[in-house]
Nanobody
Framework: QVQLVESGGGWAQPGDSLRLSCAAS????????VGWFRQAPGKEREFVAA????????SYVDSVKGRFTISRDNAMNTVALQMNSLKPEDTAVYYC????????????????????WGQGTQVTVSS
């Protein structure tokens, strides 16, 4: 089992930055991918970014490329999402999740492929 806890959400103005953190406990991530998803009111959950724990290789949805950066801290067993140049359309609940089968399939963006989820953290971008 893997337990995930997100933190770092809040309110920001357009152009501001926020840093989300996902702390993991339980099993280690050595062959997993850790992803960030978001869900805005009335919309489906959307893939944002993912990182392969062992290699550090990353993947992003086009809408956040150049603005968001996903990273991991092996010692702390955490994954961060640095969000810069925030836009109102980034407003959503952000979730971190683990895909334990990414070593076989590569990066996957469908939420049903991720087995473990955090409780989510709200990010609101408005002026």
């Amino acid at each position: 089992q893997v337990q995930l806890v997100e933190s770092g959400g809040g309110w920001a103005q357009p152009g501001d930055s926020l840093r989300l953190s996902c702390a993991a406990s339980g099993r280690t991530f050595s062959n997993y991918a850790v992803g960030w998803f978001r869900q805005a009111p009335g919309k489906e959950r959307e893939f944002v970014a993912a990182i392969r724990w062992r290699s550090g290789v990353t993947s992003y949805v086009d809408s956040v490329k150049g603005r968001f950066t996903i990273s991991r801290d092996n010692a702390m067993n955490t994954v961060a999402l640095q969000m810069n140049s925030l836009k109102p359309e980034d407003t959503a609940v952000y979730y971190c999740a683990v895909d334990p089968r990414s070593v076989y399939y590569g990066f996957r963006i469908a939420s049903q492929d991720y087995d473990y989820w955090g409780q989510g953290t709200q990010v609101t971008v408005s002026s």
